[in-house]
């Protein structure tokens, strides 16, 4: 006989992991905030500002430069998260990353053909970019669906989608004047530098909305995860809801690429890390999103503080990624699931 005292005490035990957990990744995040606010070439006390903050004084490195800087990387990383945690969820497979199967290298080549050849600025970019991805993921899902949908072989498709766009990029960086070459390669290093106040109010709202709309879907999300019969049995509509959960998807990766370039790994990251931290068929979308934020915040730190040289963010976060990508790349293959 089941002893429901047991089973409604280990739901309740799991249900105060995942507020603890939620807690400290919070108290994480606002440390590194304050990291990045108040360290630098100029040191500031966090009463320095936060008196400059809500007083709208006007300090150039305060306002102009760390705030949007932080504030990119807080949304970036969580926009990057989510999506990267939405593929992987819903296609089942950890190596499902936007980054990984040509999502967002469709992005990054309207990116840099409008940065290397157009010249238009950040919010005609985004625009761009956003048209492009939606282009990219919806060529990689009819190829990959071609002869009967498969999750393998989406992946595959786009691992291929992926090298196309990368060759392609490097062949415009061949043939655009080489004075524009140096910010293109800044931008898709994944750099928070440069960032202004006016190109983040539609990110925010972008995210935010989003982060609402996928916490709404998450049950939706785990049952898709489970297989489309038992979604079906469920009530859930797979076609509408796979759909929808892609295309909010592809539009957070574009946005956040064309306000801080392809951050690497992140995507591919946060998902995973926050499954490990929460327990088993926990709905780990605001772990995810949190654990994104953390990983840019303390990339960008480590990258312009704690080294010789001032790296970007994307080359610290790529290098955290390197060796888990090799780790399921071997795994995957010892199990023969793709």
């Given at each position: 006989?089941?002893?429901n005292?047991?089973?409604?005490a280990?739901?309740?035990?799991?249900?105060?992991?995942?507020?603890?957990?939620?807690?400290?990744?919070?108290?994480?995040?606002?440390?590194?905030?304050c990291?990045?606010?108040?360290?630098?070439?100029?040191?500031?006390?966090?009463?320095?500002?936060?008196h400059?903050?809500?007083?709208?004084?006007?300090?150039?490195?305060?306002?102009?430069?760390?705030?949007?800087r932080?504030?990119?990387?807080?949304?970036?990383?969580?926009?990057?998260?989510?999506?990267?945690n939405?593929?992987?969820?819903?296609?089942?497979?950890?190596?499902?990353?936007p980054?990984?199967?040509?999502?967002?290298?469709?992005?990054?080549?309207?990116?840099v053909?409008?940065?290397?050849?157009?010249?238009?600025n950040?919010g005609?970019?985004?625009?761009?970019?956003?048209?492009a991805?939606?282009?990219?993921?919806?060529?990689?899902?009819?190829?990959?669906?071609?002869?009967g949908?498969?999750?393998?072989?989406?992946?595959?498709t786009?691992?291929?989608?992926?090298?196309f766009?990368?060759?392609?990029?490097?062949?415009?960086?061949k043939?655009?004047?080489?004075?524009?070459?140096?910010?293109?390669?800044?931008?898709?290093?994944?750099?928070?530098?440069?960032?202004?106040?006016?190109?983040?109010?539609?990110?925010?709202?972008?995210?935010?909305?989003?982060?609402?709309?996928?916490?709404?879907?998450?049950?939706?999300?785990q049952?898709?995860?489970?297989?489309?019969?038992?979604?079906?049995?469920?009530?859930?509509?797979v076609?509408?809801?796979?759909?929808?959960l892609?295309?909010?998807?592809?539009?957070?990766?574009a946005?956040?690429?064309?306000?801080?370039?392809?951050?690497?790994?992140?995507?591919f990251?946060?998902?995973?890390i926050?499954?490990?931290?929460?327990?088993?068929?926990q709905?780990?979308?605001?772990?995810?999103a949190?654990?994104?934020?953390?990983?840019v915040?303390?990339?960008?730190f480590?990258?312009?503080?704690?080294?010789?040289?001032?790296?970007?963010?994307?080359?610290?976060?790529?290098?955290?990624?390197?060796p888990?990508?090799?780790y399921?790349?071997?795994?995957?293959?010892?199990g023969?699931?793709?």
């Amino acid at each position: 006989m089941i002893d429901n005292s047991k089973i409604f005490a280990n739901i309740k035990s799991h249900r105060i992991k995942y507020k603890i957990i939620l807690t400290i990744m919070a108290i994480i995040l606002l440390i590194l905030v304050c990291l990045n606010m108040t360290i630098g070439e100029k040191n500031y006390s966090l009463m320095e500002v936060i008196h400059t903050l809500l007083s709208s004084e006007n300090n150039y490195i305060i306002m102009k430069l760390r705030l949007p800087r932080t504030l990119a990387g807080i949304f970036c990383g969580i926009a990057f998260a989510i999506a990267g945690n939405t593929f992987q969820t819903l296609l089942g497979n950890p190596l499902a990353s936007p980054d990984i199967i040509g999502v967002s290298s469709g992005s990054t080549v309207a990116a840099v053909f409008c940065i290397l050849f157009l010249n238009l600025n950040r919010g005609l970019v985004s625009f761009v970019a956003v048209l492009a991805g939606a282009v990219s993921a919806l060529l990689i899902y009819k190829l990959a669906s071609k002869d009967g949908y498969s999750t393998n072989r989406l992946i595959l498709t786009g691992i291929g989608a992926q090298a196309f766009f990368s060759a392609l990029i490097n062949w415009m960086i061949k043939k655009a004047s080489e004075y524009d070459v140096p910010t293109a390669m800044r931008w898709m290093s994944g750099n928070l530098n440069g960032i202004t106040t006016d190109t983040l109010p539609l990110l925010i709202v972008i995210v935010l909305l989003a982060l609402i709309t996928m916490t709404y879907l998450s049950n939706s999300l785990q049952a898709l995860e489970l297989g489309e019969n038992y979604a079906t049995v469920l009530g859930v509509n797979v076609d509408v809801t796979r759909s929808l959960l892609i295309l909010i998807s592809v539009v957070l990766i574009a946005f956040a690429t064309a306000i801080s370039g392809p951050i690497s790994s992140i995507a591919f990251l946060s998902g995973p890390i926050a499954g490990r931290l929460c327990s088993k068929n926990q709905i780990n979308t605001i772990p995810a999103a949190l654990t994104g934020a953390i990983l840019v915040l303390a990339g960008d730190f480590i990258g312009q503080n704690l080294l010789p040289t001032r790296y970007p963010v994307g080359i610290i976060t790529g290098i955290l990624g390197a060796p888990y990508l090799v780790y399921l790349l071997i795994k995957q293959n010892k199990g023969g699931s793709i």
